[in-house]
Every structure is written in C-alpha cells, then in structure tokens.
Antibody
Framework: VQVLESGGGLVQPGESLRLSCSAS????????MSWVRQAPGKGLEWVSA????????YYTDSVKGRFTISRDNSKNTLYLQMNSLRAEDTALYYC???????????????WGQGTLVTVSS | DIQMTQSPSSVSASVGDRVTITCRAS??????LAWYQQKPGKAPKLLIY???NLQSGVPSRFSGSGSGTDFTLTISSLQPEDFATYYC?????????FGGGTKVEIK
C-alpha cells in the first residue's frame, strides 16, 4: 500500500496550485481519502476528505471556498485544487488513506511522504 | 468543532520506562480516537485506532485505552526507536481534529 504526493512548490499569495496523490497497492476506489497538512514545526491539521465515489466532500473551515478535493478512480489519483493561497497555507501536505473499505474517515495509514507548499511573496 | 487536548506536551524518559500520554476531547467521541507516531522528517504512522485497537505491525508495548472524553496511550517499556512525537486524533465528527502533540525525549 503506497501513496505518493506531488505538485507542491513556491507560489505567491493569491495564486493557485494543484496537488496530486497517486495510490497503489490497494483498491483505491473502495477507500475514502483525505488531505492532512503540517505547517513547519507545527502539529497536524486535517484539511479535506472525499468519499469513495467523490460524491461527498468535507473541508476544514479555513479552506472552504478556496480548496477543492476530487478524485479520479480510473487513474487511482486524488487531487487538491488550492486557489487564493495564503501565507498560512504554507505546509507539508500529506495524502492519507483510511485503513477500512468504504466511506470511513479517520484511521489514516499509510501516509505519503508529503509535498511542500510554500506561499510567500 | 471538537477540541483535542494532549498532556503533557513533552516528556523526558529513559529506555525501559513506562510512558503514559493523555488526550482529552472537548465532548464525547465514544471510542472514535486514533494515536499516531511521528519521527522527525517522517510521515505520521498509525499506532492505535478506535481507542484501543493495535494497528497491524505495531509492537505490543503500545496500548490505548479510554472512551468518552478521556484517553491514554501507554508505552509499557520505552525503546530507543520510540523517541518521537505522538498525536491523538478524533474521528467522531468533521472537522477531524488532532491534539497538539506530545514529544517523547531521551532523559
């Protein structure tokens, strides 16, 4: 079971970025997925989750209206479209798979290595 | 939102010590709690889910207990590879929330 994030980088405030997470070793379409971030030197913060089919999504308040989570089950890939980026969005973004089949949210394992997003002028 | 409070924020311990970390939820989360271990520069690793279930491959010296609002993670005999930061996380309701972390340091 493996997930691999990509797409991070340095952007200016107000700009956009799309993160990707490529999954392998499990039936991607059967698992809900999440994004969790960690600001430099700080703790973990759950950002967003998506159901197995993509029909249902959840967001933390600070990213609602700016971030969009989606998935392509035919490509075993999870996405996070991030618009109107702010300095406080600077973090290592992890893709995380719930260990259970179905629309279950919360028991994350494994995690990817993360992709770093830096928002700075 | 459900707030998760961990204590202590850091603990110094020796190899072989028993270490207990506490996590308190701001409202009942029944048993919907996970514990993660994170080593510097590495991704978190799931240790315990549903408050007391050991994730596959995790050593049996790790155990979790509690329900409702009060939970504990216990390391029965601390090993050199256990020095890390530990986080609790509730999965009762969205937004999913994490505790602030407990750093276990070498004494």
């Amino acid at each position: 079971v493996q997930v691999l994030e990509s797409g991070g980088g340095l952007v200016q405030p107000g700009e956009s970025l799309r993160l990707s997470c490529s999954a392998s070793g499990f039936t991607f379409s059967s698992h809900a997925m999440s994004w969790v971030r960690q600001a430099p030197g700080k703790g973990l913060e759950w950002v967003s989750a998506i159901s197995t089919t993509g029909a249902t999504t959840y967001y933390t308040d600070s990213v609602k209206g700016r971030f969009t989570i989606s998935r392509d089950n035919s490509k075993n890939t999870l996405y996070l479209q991030m618009n109107s980026l702010r300095a406080e969005d600077t973090a290592l973004y992890y893709c995380a798979n719930d260990i259970r089949d179905g629309n279950n949210y919360g028991w994350f394992d494994p995690w990817g290595q993360g992709t770093l997003v830096t928002v700075s002028s | 939102d459900i707030q998760m409070t961990q204590s202590p924020s850091s603990v110094s311990a020796s190899v072989g010590d028993r270490v207990t970390i506490t996590c308190r939820a701001s409202q009942s989360i029944t048993s919907r709690l996970a514990w993660y271990q994170q080593k510097p520069g590495k991704a978190p690793k799931l240790l315990i889910y549903d408050a007391s279930n050991l994730q596959s491959g995790v050593p049996s010296r790790f155990s979790g207990s509690g329900s409702g609002t009060d939970f504990t993670l216990t390391i029965s005999s601390l090993q050199p590879e256990d020095f890390a930061t530990y986080y609790c996380q509730q999965a009762k309701s969205f937004p999913l929330t994490f505790g602030g972390g407990t750093k276990v340091e070498i004494k």
